[in-house]
């Protein structure tokens, strides 16, 4: 499955500005580009495929959209809300809903009526409703004579005052996107849905059938989807923009467009930042997944249920490093920096003349030196906000972020982002104490490997216990796992939270100066990364050509290209599998985990169409966050959703390739079917598309 | 189960002195101690047990017990060359016995008849014959005035020199030990079995009951045992010195003995050595155990045969895992190492009168100062001497060193080393091209990561290709999987070998100017450590007293301590369970995997008694090294078997402690119990202690 934003969130990488970086373009060539809905390559389409998409079609698309802010992508396909996502996408809802008695990941759910439905209890859709260019008055707020700290400042200031001057305008969610890695902004505006309930979910043994052995690679065979209804007022939402539903079967060459929410690309770093992701970030990232990944194995042995608190952080964490395992096997290919390096020297060469020739060299110096300094806040990478301590932290900022006007708080805090922060901090979203202190006792443990264990702030917090002991006490203490407690301190305002002796609250005190002090190294970092990528942008952009995109932002991209198979090994891979392929594939691998298909399948052979198309393969660029992202025909008819991506598409966040690499998706005729013949869902299988 | 040295050579971690360090002494209390055979705590054991053991005694204990070279401890128990270990000791002999068709670790194996008994391909048994302290004579060969590199090749040639007189003059395997971090040196001699058969080894199943999840847990429920015998001229060596055995049922605070070879301890390390082991050496080991470990569960994932041929391996691995994060935790307790801080400041005020006091804490100070110089060496720790590649290197260094005369060799290279390199070199082990395919890779990725993608040595190594294809292509094209091709290359000796044109060959050339660099530098800060750890422990001793044991250096040690049960968060855990407890065991697990008995239990279920002592516990002290080793009464009769400590016993390394500490051991009868009722060998079980 692709990596999903809202897994880096939900493992609580706090600092995942490190992880994620900054951005800039380059050109595209081929089926290349993740296309802003506001630029499209229209003249690309038109030359290569003969398709004008006209704005109805455009703006129709983007309003079928969803975006998961918890990380991933979705559709409407109902005029009742309907969203249609992924099973992993969602997946953390439907643990989040889930009981050592009803688990309904492992056995799946379907609501037979609307009172059914179960609320998730955090779970924000964002709809994008519009895209305005706001480049000039941000620019405007920084002056070439202020420090980078001001320089922040200031932009930081007057993004803040835009987005809540359209929040009260409009009462629309007001996000400024930076993009280009610096040389545009554009407000984007976001109608908000809160109420959201859980419709259907297949057993994840379908969802994810072939497990962590079969992630990433082709042929497949998932049933990796979802279905949730968003609601107004108590009542199901009336939704004017749903995509119709197409049950036909693929062909060859057939053109879908992929209309989603892909995270982060690092396809305009410089070859200096690509070194930093190859021999730091990366091995470090992948050194801390791995920590995480036999961390909850072993939590999971003590038992069923400490294996069912365990398994949705466990699929994420797995999934990203395989993900990033892959991202460092390209990059390690010298072949494929070398692409990079003299793309970059024809670069340099092409603006040998200009004027400000030397600036621009600057740029691609500082952004360099810049690495060196990531690479020394690397270990403040994924600290500590897991779980109930990252609540406490949450308060704990607050406090003190609350005594500030709301242009000056850290961007989190500010008044246009209350709802949003106030939903994850009161989420009623079940805790394990257990877990909890694992996870907690490995985080301290990390911090004394990162700043040694004489440090006066470990001696302070350890109060003279070892790093299980001194978690499972604050765990154990704490009174942050009752929703209501954490209502009333965030009431009382800073004073309340300063006075708190609360196990956890006191801890994130404690941590509050040294994480204060990263934050902010970390943002003038990627400010003076922001500048400098403003120049580096404007020497690609003038050698490669003006009709680019932009890297990735987790904002709403077009993607297209043809269903295609490819050759691998001297075999030809088909282009799409169907349903039973999947029994196949089951008794290929003597019917043993993971590929174990469920029970309801096993039931509904006779009654289920071999030869419905199952998954499909397309050359469309996606990545991480493009995960339930719906894949629409011409006519702008759904007919499959995004999934995962194959193992040749790995490098696609820094390098997008169309031999062998390939997006993959669950077709829309093998939802119906299996909704119709497996789950007994004829009725909810009939409202799709209207 | 202990961590066995076996794991970490067989792990290929090549420059294994990092992760063992050196040694110095500290006085004992309690049952602590791991005491040379030829200086017993005689004294104590007299006053505390009434216990006074004869000459006899000891000799007849020494000579009745075995090192297995690969790592781990057993004992002779018939005249017919029966030696009884650990399953986990012996189960790299069992994988390499095994094939796709004949999977021994999983089903198990009984030789029927002498003939069915399956030569272990490549283990060498020791068995130590006599004692001699050489202390003066390499003292003599060091002068003050030389530097740390001189002295280091004085004192490596005089060693050299002595192990090889030994050698000449008794034809016995000769090594010199160097006790007390390098103040004493002893002269060991050991008769050497290296043709040894396989005989009964039951299921993975029930030797690791459990598995990761009960591993280094108590209460147990393990057949961790394995029967080889020992050959002479092909036939079964007639052994004089071997243990009888007792069936008798265990008494509470039973008084016993374990008579083995403890691996390394690091108890009379320095409180700045002790930070090393926290802050450095564990985290580093630990990121390097968990990669491996995902990266064998991964390549596991492919099919049962992939997953067969990564099994020992990871059990290997998961084990060091689960044992150096108890170390790691328990080092990261500030109790801990303020309980060291504040000795080591008392032994620094006792010396403060001393005419050498400044000499004393320059020491000290040299301690701290060379735990920098480990630090930047660190990432040279555990690198690519794994499986075939190890082979190449061998060939490579073989080549260079067999140019010079013996004493000035890398000390594997000696003369009288021969044999036992040799016995590795041309083993007909199997090797897997497909698992050394993905181990090479990803030794490559590492040395990537370590010295840079840039760095000349790895331009050149990679040939242009990434790590995958550069390892695949190499394990494709080498010859070395054939061992006459092995042995053509040695026999042609240096030129041979700088001519040969097999890929892992060349590639080892190409890596061998920064190996012998690294170990170089590596064997300098050895020698340093070794010469400041003389004066601290001169001044441990003046302080302590003079009745000490040497910090553990993988040879023979005698512990001891009552059979005692122990109080764990207000439970009472008895020092015993039964075989019937194993049944309830897997019935409270679900009988779900690891908690599955083998079939040949369930079916021999009516026939077992249910009270057969099963597995039992005692406060004496042991470290990895020591599985395997014979636990013995006070008339040196076979009472059960060393396999595993638990939880709390995993700061042994370096704090002994024997609250909740316990040595876990297979008891007499259920080995002979199980043999009979379960496994069809009576004779097997009759001939034991006979």
Same mark, same amino acid.
């Given at each position: 499955?692709?990596?999903?934003?809202?897994?880096?969130?939900?493992?609580?990488?706090a600092?995942?500005?490190?992880?994620?970086?900054?951005?800039?373009?380059?050109a595209?060539?081929?089926?290349?580009?993740?296309?802003?809905?506001?630029?499209?390559?229209?003249?690309?389409?038109a030359?290569?495929y003969?398709? /004008?998409?006209?704005?109805?079609?455009?703006?129709?698309?983007?309003?079928?959209?969803?975006?998961?802010?918890?990380?991933?992508?979705?559709?409407?396909?109902?005029?009742?809300?309907?969203?249609?996502?992924?099973?992993?996408?969602?997946?953390?809802?439907?643990?989040?809903?889930?009981?050592?008695?009803?688990?309904?990941?492992?056995?799946g759910?379907?609501?037979?009526?609307?009172?059914?439905?179960?609320?998730?209890?955090?779970?924000?859709?964002?709809?994008?409703?519009s895209? /305005?260019?706001?480049?000039?008055?941000?620019?405007?707020?920084?002056?070439?004579?202020?420090?980078?700290?001001?320089?922040?400042?200031?932009?930081?200031?007057?993004?803040?005052?835009?987005?809540?001057?359209?929040?009260?305008?409009?009462?629309?969610?007001?996000?400024?996107?930076?993009?280009?890695?610096?040389?545009?902004?554009?407000?984007?505006?976001?109608?908000?849905?809160?109420?959201?309930?859980?419709?259907?979910?297949?057993?994840?043994?379908?969802a994810?059938?072939?497990?962590?052995?079969?992630?990433f690679?082709y042929?497949?065979?998932?049933?990796?989807?979802?279905?949730?209804?968003?609601?107004?007022?108590?009542?199901?939402?009336?939704?004017?923009?749903?995509?119709?539903?197409?049950?036909?079967?693929?062909?060859?060459?057939?053109?879908?467009?992929?209309?989603?929410?892909?995270?982060?690309?690092q396809?305009?770093?410089?070859?200096?930042?690509?070194?930093y992701?190859?021999?730091?970030?990366?091995?470090?990232?992948?050194?801390?997944?791995?920590?995480?990944?036999?961390?909850?194995?072993?939590?999971?042995?003590?038992?069923?249920?400490?294996?069912?608190?365990?398994?949705?952080?466990?699929?994420?964490?797995?999934?990203?490093?395989?993900?990033?395992?892959?991202?460092l096997?390209?990059?390690?290919?010298?072949?494929?920096?070398?692409?990079k390096?003299?793309?970059?020297?024809?670069?340099?060469?092409?603006?040998?003349?200009?004027?400000?020739?030397?600036?621009?060299?600057?740029?691609?110096?500082?952004?360099? /030196?810049?690495?060196?300094?990531?690479?020394?806040?690397?270990?403040?990478?994924?600290?500590?906000?897991?779980?109930?301590?990252?609540?406490?932290e949450?308060?704990?900022?607050?406090?003190?972020?609350?005594?500030?006007?709301?242009?000056?708080?850290?961007?989190?805090?500010?008044?246009?982002?209350?709802?949003?922060?106030?939903?994850?901090?009161?989420?009623?979203?079940?805790?394990?104490?257990?877990?909890?202190?694992?996870?907690?006792?490995?985080?301290?443990?990390?911090?004394?490997?990162?700043?040694?264990?004489?440090?006066?702030?470990?001696?302070?917090?350890?109060?003279?216990?070892?790093?299980?002991?001194?978690?499972?006490?604050?765990?154990?203490?704490?009174?942050?796992?009752?929703?209501?407690?954490?209502?009333?301190?965030?009431?009382?305002?800073?004073?309340?939270?300063?006075?708190?002796?609360?196990?956890?609250?006191?801890?994130?005190?404690?941590?509050?100066?040294?994480?204060?002090?990263?934050?902010?190294?970390?943002?003038?970092?990627?400010?003076?990364?922001?500048?400098?990528?403003?120049?580096?942008?404007?020497?690609?952009?003038?050698?490669?050509?003006?009709?680019?995109?932009?890297?990735?932002?987790?904002?709403?991209?077009?993607?297209?290209?043809?269903?295609?198979?490819?050759?691998?090994?001297?075999?030809?891979?088909?282009?799409?599998?169907?349903?039973?392929?999947?029994?196949?594939?089951?008794?290929?691998?003597?019917?043993?985990?993971?590929?174990?298909?469920?029970?309801?399948?096993i039931?509904?052979?006779?009654?289920?169409?071999?030869?419905?198309?199952?998954n499909?393969?397309?050359?469309?660029?996606?990545?991480?966050?493009?995960?339930?992202?719906?894949?629409?025909?011409?006519?702008?008819?759904?007919?499959?959703?995004?999934?995962?991506?194959?193992?040749?598409?790995?490098?696609?966040?820094?390098?997008?390739?169309?031999?062998?690499?390939?997006?993959?998706?669950?077709?829309?005729a093998?939802?119906?079917?299996?909704?119709?013949?497996?789950?007994?869902?004829?009725?909810?299988?009939?409202?799709l598309?209207?």
């Amino acid at each position: 499955m692709r990596i999903d934003l809202r897994r880096w969130s939900r493992m609580g990488l706090a600092l995942v500005a490190l992880l994620v970086g900054t951005t800039s373009p380059r050109a595209s060539s081929a089926d290349e580009g993740m296309w802003l809905f506001s630029n499209l390559p229209r003249a690309y389409l038109a030359r290569t495929y003969g398709f /004008e998409p006209t704005d109805e079609w455009v703006q129709h698309l983007m309003l079928s959209s969803v975006r998961f802010n918890s990380g991933g992508s979705g559709s409407f396909v109902s005029s009742d809300g309907l969203v249609l996502t992924n099973h992993h996408v969602a997946s953390d809802t439907i643990f989040k809903i889930s009981t050592e008695e009803n688990d309904y990941l492992e056995e799946g759910f379907l609501a037979k009526t609307l009172a059914d439905e179960i609320p998730a209890p955090d779970l924000e859709l964002n709809q994008l409703v519009s895209i /305005e260019d706001v480049t000039d008055r941000v620019m405007a707020s920084v002056a070439s004579s202020m420090t980078a700290d001001d320089a922040a400042k200031a932009r930081n200031a007057v993004m803040a005052e835009i987005e809540n001057e359209s929040l009260e305008a409009t009462g629309l969610r007001s996000d400024i996107v930076t993009l280009y890695g610096g040389a545009k902004y554009h407000l984007y505006r976001y109608k908000k849905y809160v109420d959201v309930r859980v419709v259907f979910a297949p057993e994840a043994a379908i969802a994810f059938f072939g497990g962590d052995a079969d992630n990433f690679e082709y042929p497949r065979y998932c049933l990796d989807i979802c279905l949730l209804r968003v609601y107004e007022n108590g009542k199901p939402a009336k939704i004017d923009h749903f995509l119709s539903w197409n049950d036909s079967p693929p062909t060859e060459e057939q053109l879908v467009f992929v209309s989603g929410h892909p995270g982060r690309t690092q396809r305009g770093f410089t070859v200096d930042a690509m070194k930093y992701l190859r021999d730091t970030r990366l091995p470090f990232a992948l050194d801390l997944l791995r920590r995480r990944e036999i961390m909850l194995q072993q939590f999971g042995l003590q038992g069923e249920e400490q294996k069912r608190r365990a398994q949705d952080d466990l699929f994420g964490v797995q999934n990203s490093r395989k993900a990033y395992t892959g991202m460092l096997q390209g990059l390690q290919d010298p072949a494929v920096l070398e692409a990079k390096r003299s793309r970059e020297a024809r670069i340099l060469a092409s603006i040998a003349d200009r004027p400000d020739a030397e600036e621009i060299r600057e740029a691609f110096a500082a952004v360099a /030196e810049l690495q060196l300094r990531r690479k020394e806040l690397i270990r403040a990478v994924g600290g500590f906000r897991t779980g109930i301590y990252g609540i406490a932290e949450t308060l704990v900022l607050m406090g003190a972020e609350d005594a500030k006007p709301s242009a000056d708080r850290l961007r989190e805090f500010r008044d246009s982002n209350r709802e949003s922060l106030e939903q994850e901090l009161f989420s009623t979203a079940p805790l394990y104490p257990d877990l909890e202190a694992t996870k907690l006792a490995d985080e301290i443990a990390r911090l004394i490997e990162w700043i040694g264990a004489d440090d006066p702030l470990v001696v302070d917090l350890l109060e003279g216990l070892g790093p299980q002991n001194r978690a499972a006490k604050a765990i154990a203490e704490t009174k942050l796992f009752d929703v209501q407690a954490r209502r009333e301190l965030a009431a009382g305002g800073p004073d309340a939270i300063a006075a708190s002796d609360d196990p956890l609250i006191v801890m994130a005190r404690k941590m509050q100066p040294l994480y204060r002090k990263i934050r902010s190294e970390i943002e003038q970092v990627e400010e003076l990364e922001r500048q400098a990528y403003v120049k580096v942008s404007e020497a690609t952009v003038a050698f490669e050509g003006t009709s680019t995109y932009p890297d990735a932002t987790f904002t709403l991209r077009l993607a297209f290209g043809p269903i295609r198979g490819y050759e691998e090994g001297g075999t030809k891979i088909a282009p799409w599998t169907t349903m039973g392929d999947a029994f196949a594939h089951q008794e290929n691998h003597g019917s043993r985990e993971p590929w174990q298909l469920p029970q309801s399948w096993i039931a509904a052979r006779d009654r289920i169409g071999a030869d419905v198309p199952f998954n499909f393969v397309c050359t469309a660029d996606i990545i991480g966050g493009n995960s339930g992202s719906p894949v629409v025909n011409r006519d702008g008819e759904f007919v499959g959703i995004i999934f995962d991506g194959n193992i040749q598409s790995l490098t696609a966040d820094y390098l997008y390739t169309e031999t062998q690499g390939r997006a993959v998706s669950v077709h829309a005729a093998a939802i119906r079917e299996a909704l119709r013949k497996i789950y007994g869902a004829e009725e909810l299988a009939d409202s799709l598309g209207r």
